[in-house]
């Protein structure tokens, strides 16, 4: 099994981030799962539970056999290829809408020697990056793989609101962790 890195970029660790990155753990398993560019102590304290977590850039580490996924990368991650990667490496980024290519100026430029590869030029959670990701190394082809674009939250009888990101599906279902849904709903403004 590769190992999946999630090089965390956001300025703090929400509770959004946190929410999500367990969601990977659970997705990938802790073992396979390191947090890098982790600065703050309180913050690794809060993700050892769920994979190993360095304090410095994933840049840093002098990775071979290293593929970041970048939604501008020019070519799409293929199986053939994705089973020889060792890492794989993710912006921990919330999504942006219209994104605004953070993947590729704040991580791809920086790591020397890594391969950048999309899953597609649309936008996935980190959560749903990391899942189709996993699919593909483990032998599905990125054409075969189902999604949805946006989907719509129900808030209470009158409101909802949508996340505007790509989904994969998952047994016929968007995979969006139920914890976070919840933690949506609660939440008075995004
Ligand atoms: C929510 S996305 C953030 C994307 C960011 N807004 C940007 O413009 O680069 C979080 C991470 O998931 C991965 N990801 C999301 N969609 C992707 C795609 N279509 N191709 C490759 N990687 C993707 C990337 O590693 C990205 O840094």
């Excluded at 090089?7 to 929400?14: G, T, Y």
């Excluded at 703050?40 to 580490?61: N, T």
């Amino acid at each position: 099994m590769p190992i999946y890195i999630i090089e965390h970029l956001e300025p703090r660790l929400s509770k959004w981030c946190l929410i999500e990155y367990k969601h990977i753990s659970e997705i990938v398993g802790k073992r396979n799962l390191w947090f890098s560019n982790i600065k703050l102590k309180k913050d690794r304290e809060k993700l050892k539970r769920y994979g190993r977590v360095i304090k410095e850039s994933v840049s840093k580490l002098n990775l071979k056999n290293a593929c970041i996924l970048d939604p501008d990368a020019r070519k799409t991650l293929a199986p053939k290829e994705a089973r020889k990667f060792r890492y794989f490496i993710f912006g921990g980024i919330l999504g942006d809408y219209p994104a605004k290519k953070r993947t590729k100026d704040k991580l791809t430029k920086f790591v020397k020697n890594a391969a950048a590869r999309n899953i597609g030029k649309k936008q996935f959670s980190t959560d749903n990056a990391i899942y189709v990701a996993k699919q593909i190394a483990s032998g599905k082809n990125f054409s075969n793989l189902k999604f949805k674009d946006k989907i719509e939250i129900q808030k209470n009888k009158v409101e909802s609101f949508i996340l505007p990101y790509r989904y994969a599906l998952h047994e016929g279902k968007p995979l969006a962790s139920k914890e976070l849904v919840r933690y949506l709903k609660r939440k008075r403004t995004f």
